[in-house]
């Protein structure tokens, strides 16, 4: 992989660590945000990674032909391609500016779509209330809308500084256990001190890991596809678990798609 092209300022670097997110113009060109797209409304199109549960209604049950907040996980398995993005190599290269060289070779990576008028909120939560509740994982997540990204269509909304909590208690969408996407509890106490970050196709948002964040449903006419890098430090042991009681109550269809794929 060549060398980036871009790379985060002094100020930059200061401004992530104290509040816990950062606001990017542009991570990548255009013309590459244009093959994206080709990508991404083909691996949706084709419901990609259906079978094995990669792909799945974020908020909703994966009942009926409509989903409201479609998600695929790992997409460069399906598409090798996106392996050798100008957006991939200037994230990495940011995210060792802000991690440092014990950052972790390998990145995760996700896709959520909100189609025009239809696509549901992304509710408030934290990354972590999904992760593995026995170790404590610091990183850094890079959110690159395909198309303007606005507060009608969707941006994120980041709290300043909760990059600082440990997990908060989450909940199944709708305390509803059949739906993968969580919830922080409370999350009105948490969306009055929200920010909104629009941000250009192209452009993109970085946060920390534990920071509290939220997206709005899509309400225009136009799509919402954003693609998700994420990359981690080594993880530390936790002393005692986090209760997870949220994921352990979960009793989704895409996890059942899942164990019968690995059967």
């Known amino acids: 992989m060549t060398s980036p092209t871009t790379s985060l300022t002094k100020e930059q670097i200061a401004a992530f ?20 797209r080709l990508i991404y409304d083909r691996l949706f199109s084709d419901k990609i990674g259906w079978a094995s549960g990669n ?11 409509q989903a409201t907040l479609p998600q695929i996980l790992g997409p460069s398995q ?11 190599r200037n994230a990495q290269g940011m995210a060792r500016e802000l991690l440092g060289e ?33 170790i404590r994982a610091y990183g850094v997540n890079f959110w690159m809308p395909l198309d303007d990204a606005t507060v009608e269509s969707g941006c994120l909304h980041f709290v300043p500084g909760s990059h600082k909590l440990d997990v908060l208690p989450h909940h199944s969408i709708n305390h509803d256990p059949r ?10 106490k948490w969306a009055s001190k929200g920010i909104a970050c629009p941000v250009p196709a192209g452009g993109a948002t970085l946060h920390a890991a534990f920071m509290l964040h939220y997206a709005g449903p899509n309400r225009t006419d136009q799509s919402r596809r954003a693609y998700t890098l994420a990359f981690r430090l080594p ?7 986090i209760d997870n009681y949220w994921s352990r109550n979960q009793q ?8 019968q794929a690995n059967r």
């Open 78 to 88: 399906y598409a090798p391609e996106l392996k050798e993005t100008r957006y991939l």
């Open 55 to 65: 792909q799945f209604d974020l908020a909703g049950t994966d009942e009926g032909d």
């Open 252 to 259: 989704t269809a895409r996890a059942e798609r899942a164990q």
């Open 102 to 134: 014990e950052m972790l070779p390998r990145n995760g990576e996700h896709m959520i779509y909100k189609p025009p008028g239809i696509g549901a909120a992304t509710p408030w939560h934290q990354d972590q209330a999904y992760h593995d509740p026995t």
């Open 235 to 241: 993880p530390d042991q936790r002393e005692t678990p």
């Open 17 to 36: 660590h104290r509040e816990g997110y950062l606001v990017l113009d542009a991570i990548t060109a255009q013309e590459e945000v244009e093959r994206l």
């Open 179 to 188: 739906i993968h996407g969580l919830e922080v509890d409370d999350p009105e």
